[in-house]
């Protein structure tokens, strides 16, 4: 939404149908996308946080500049989500530490040009997710920032490829093992829609048919985030960053509802 002011509705729709905490961000970090300037970004999401605020609910800035989480912070925000991963900068990490707000601190390789090459894991994608977010969580410890304010991000589809994603999605008990808060966002992702093309080419085949080999659209696979959400959800995760809220609270619900049991 690049209109603010469409931006500042959708937030209030999404508040309505179950959301517990906004997402702003104003640059997009998909494979392939080109930066923006700090000026460009504070000019799109600034207004928007103001807005948001006043309505009373939680909000998480999605910005990889400490200048940004500064004035986003100061606007009305309360979470930094910031998706640098190794790249993070000593002055992002200043920055946390200054303000002692909650940080999401998600794994990822190289830039939004480079991850989809940096995929490659010899000893493990598991492992080595692991050692680095807990290289990574070792600075923002060292420069002051608290435990309890750092919430883990093992970034889906940031230099993952194959069925990374799936396994660590498999191994959330290690990822909760380092003992914070786990935000999962898989919302919508490449993985998602290999898995979901695999089944329709392979349903294709065993009809005779044809017209189920391209990629499902992003928004087809809301039912499949769902269902992500529900797992992930049973499992005791934090929070997950979606897309489809109804679906995604709908899916919530029956997962605390199991857990209540279990």
Known sequence: HYAATDAIARAA????????IIDIGGESTRPGAVRISVEEEQRRILPVIEAVAQMGTTISVDTMNPQTARAAIAAGAHIINDVSGLNVSDEMIETAAELQVPYILMHARGTSQTMDSLAEYPRGVVTEVVEELTDLRERFLAAGVLPQNLILDPGLGFAKGGMQDWELLAALDELQGLGHRLLIAGSRKRFIANAL???DMALAERLNASGFTEPRPAEHRAAASAAVTALVAARGVWAVRVHDVPASVDAV??????RSVS
């Open 253 to 258: 619900t029956v997962a605390s509802a199991l």
């Open 13 to 20: 729709r999404m508040i309505a149908e179950g959301a517990s």
């Open 197 to 199: 093309t695999a089944a």
